[in-house]
């Protein structure tokens, strides 16, 4: 298995990548460190609690909070998670090694750690990072730069951008399908943009908004979390690896 010495290092290293968010926001190193701790705590608060019910009132409900209340918030939310969390995010990182190739899909890739590992994968053509954050796109595009990755790394809003492909050969989607009002319909979606015969999905998913409330921007109704269940099952077959984590590999049926 091939390892990317240069992006895991810089994974490992909580202080590149705390220099470089600090330079991002041009903020001293203590004023982040300040704030690193309490950010999950500090997201929650933002959130309004309950969103509105109506479908198409919910999804603009839920867009509006990512891509605007959220504001930075997001970003130290992230880098906060990553450098606690660096051995399954290594983990991560060696599924999407196993599938990543061509046009390369990263949806909702948040700090850009899959996003830029991916572009450094000499099977990938170019990445496409999409998030509505953007704090997210424009930092993730600084951290391609430095790298000197920016020529195969792009990051647009949605994906409805007209400069992404029609089809991807692989794509990445952790830790969003929970934040999303319709879960399935986004598994769709990915149906419709991914290889039918060769196009492989690395996903995974935490329809819980813990034990004490923690993650009140998840979304866990009995009927979404079914009806997200049977699309999986209808659309995508699920290709064994061998790593315990709670991310999964599927291939269309």
């Known amino acids: 298995m091939v390892d990317h010495p240069s992006i895991g290092d810089f994974l490992r290293d909580g202080f590149a990548l705390k220099s470089q968010l600090a330079e991002f926001l041009q903020i001293g190193q203590s004023s982040l460190e300040a704030r690193l701790p309490c950010s999950t705590e500090a997201l929650a608060a933002l959130h309004p609690g309950a969103f509105a019910c109506k479908a198409e009132a919910l999804v603009k409900e839920v867009e509006s909070f990512y891509e605007t209340e959220v504001g930075d918030g997001h970003l130290y939310e992230l880098a906060a998670w990553h450098l606690n969390s660096a051995a399954y995010i290594a983990d991560t990182l060696r599924l999407q090694t ?3 190739k061509g046009q390369h899909l990263d ?3 948040g700090i ?4 830029l590992a991916a572009a450094q994968l000499p099977q990938v053509e170019q990445v496409w990072m999409v998030d509505l954050n953007g704090w997210n796109r424009d930092f993730v595009s600084q951290r391609a730069q430095s790298l000197g990755l920016a ?3 792009r990051c647009v809003r949605d994906l409805t951008a007209p400069e992404l492909p029609e089809q991807f050969d692989s794509l990445v989607c952790l830790d969003v399908l929970e934040h999303l009002p319709d879960p399935a319909l986004q598994l769709e979606l990915f149906a419709k943009r991914l290889k039918a015969e060769t196009g492989a999905a690395l996903m995974n998913w935490y329809f819980f908004k813990g034990f004490n409330g923690e993650y009140p ?3 866990d109704g009995p009927e979404l979390v079914e009806k997200f269940f049977q699309t999986l099952q209808d659309l995508y077959l699920e290709q064994f690896h061998p790593y315990l984590i709670t991310a999964r590999i599927y291939g269309l049926r």
């Open 98 to 100: 196993l599938i990543a």
């Open 112 to 115: 850009g750690s899959h996003a």
């Open 217 to 219: 921007f998840h979304f």
């Open 107 to 109: 949806f909702g890739g």
């Open 151 to 153: 020529h195969k790394l």
